[in-house]
Every structure is written in structure tokens, then in C-alpha cells.
T-cell receptor
Framework: GNSVTQMEGPVTLSEEAFLTINCTYTATGYPSLFWYVQYPGEGLQLLLKATKADDKGSNKGFEATYRKETTSFHLEKGSVQVSDSAVYFCALTPGYGNNRLAFGKGNQVVVIP | DAEITQSPRHKITETGRQVTLACHQTWNHNNMFWYRQDLGHGLRLIHYSYGVQDTNKGEVSDGYSVSRSNTEDLPLTLESAASSQTSVYFC?????????????FGPGTRLTVT
């Protein structure tokens, strides 16, 4: 089946530090990959996406590259801010005619001033 | 601006009661989804609909039902609420089934079953 695995546990880091959140996936065919962000008390919103191998999604200083050879879509940001504190979800949709999202469990990111 | 709204935002109910959570979108999207969010599980799909009169079960559909009588609304009903259904519920919609189309999420409903 289709599934997404995110690294375990919350991530706590200082302002201006480098952020990496690992995401690997299992899917048949050619999935589309997404990172969603959830700020406190809000719903999820799309952060970035990639629809084919080697595509790089980017937004608000965040980047992730679709790596088919390692089935990964790791999220990175070079210098985090306190306002980046949120929960980050990696997700995929399997392919044509099926856009049901499969989510990872999410990672709480806390940025300390 | 188009949006997706959910009501109520917070609900406390008793075990055994029927509860309906509303979801309304003004995107005119055919595809709508209900998820529940629980610590340690991420988001899990409850039900989804690809158009009026179409409904489908997701991975955690037991104890829930939906109906789709128009494009804008997909209410979620808990037939007989159980404590295991205490959760945060999110509704989402999407323009297309084609690859890469994002889902737009509502603000969520926090449901507590006592």
C-alpha cells in the first residue's frame, strides 16, 4: 500500500539553525509528494509539493527534492525563525484518478529565540 | 474569497448521542474529504466524496457516515458517539483528481465525547 514515514519525535532548535525533517515513502506508480504545515489552532495548509522525480518544491525558504532512487522527500530550511514553529506533515497522493492523501505522523518543530 | 468552513469549532457530547459536524466549501470543488487527527497517528481518512450523491469509505470509517446532497457541503455524522471518537476533525476539498492538486483544509472541529 501507500504510506509515508517521518522521523520520530519533536524537533527543537534555536533560531537561525538549519532544519531537516526526514520523510520516506512507499507507493506504487508515480506519486505526488507534499509537505503540509499546521500552525497552532489552525488547519493544514500546503507548504510545498513535487509531482515527479527530481522536482524541487520550495516556499517560504523551505525546500524538498523528490528522490525516487531513495524514495525520500526531506524538508529543509537553512535558517529557521520562531514563526516556523508548527507541525509539519509529509504526504503523498498515489497518482492519476486518486488524490486521497496518505499522511505521515507529523513532526512538531519548536524554534527557540 | 473562496474558503472552507467547519462548524462547530468545539463540541462536547455524551457517549451514545448522534453528532453531526458541518463542512461547507465555496471553492465549488467536486472532491471533499473528512480526516481525524490524533496524536501519534497523524491524519487518517474517514470518508470522501467525488461529487454529489457519491460517498466512499476511508481507512477509519466505522461509526461514521456522510452524505453529499450538493457540491458545497459534506456533513459528517457520528451515529452513536464513543469515547474513542474524541479527536480533532478536519474537512478538506480539492479541485481535481489529477496528480499534484492540493487539498484545502478547514480550521477543524475539536470533538470531546464524555
Amino acid at each position: 500500500g501507500n504510506s509515508v514515514t517521518q522521523m520520530e519525535g519533536p524537533v527543537t532548535l534555536s533560531e537561525e539553525a538549519f532544519l531537516t525533517i526526514n520523510c520516506t515513502y512507499t507507493a506504487t506508480g508515480y506519486p505526488s509528494l507534499f509537505w503540509y504545515v499546521q500552525y497552532p489552532g489552525e488547519g493544514l495548509q500546503l507548504l510545498l509539493k513535487a509531482t515527479k522525480a527530481d522536482d524541487k518544491g520550495s516556499n517560504k525558504g523551505f525546500e524538498a527534492t523528490y528522490r525516487k532512487e531513495t524514495t525520500s522527500f526531506h524538508l529543509e530550511k537553512g535558517s529557521v525563525q520562531v514563526s516556523d514553529s508548527a507541525v509539519y506533515f509529509c504526504a503523498l497522493t498515489p497518482g492519476y484518478g486518486n488524490n486521497r492523501l496518505a499522511f505521515g505522523k507529523g513532526n512538531q518543530v519548536v524554534v527557540i529565540p | 474569497d473562496a474558503e472552507i468552513t467547519q462548524s462547530p469549532r468545539h463540541k462536547i457530547t455524551e457517549t451514545g448521542r448522534q453528532v453531526t459536524l458541518a463542512c461547507h466549501q465555496t471553492w465549488n470543488h467536486n472532491n471533499m474529504f473528512w480526516y481525524r487527527q490524533d496524536l501519534g497517528h497523524g491524519l487518517r481518512l474517514i470518508h470522501y466524496s467525488y461529487g454529489v450523491q457519491d460517498t466512499n469509505k476511508g481507512e477509519v470509517s466505522d461509526g461514521y457516515s456522510v452524505s453529499r446532497s450538493n457540491t458545497e457541503d459534506l456533513p459528517l455524522t457520528l451515529e452513536s458517539a464513543a469515547s474513542s471518537q474524541t479527536s480533532v476533525y478536519f474537512c478538506a476539498s480539492s479541485e481535481s483528481l489529477d496528480r499534484g492538486y492540493e487539498q484545502y483544509f478547514g480550521p477543524g472541529t475539536r470533538l470531546t465525547v464524555t
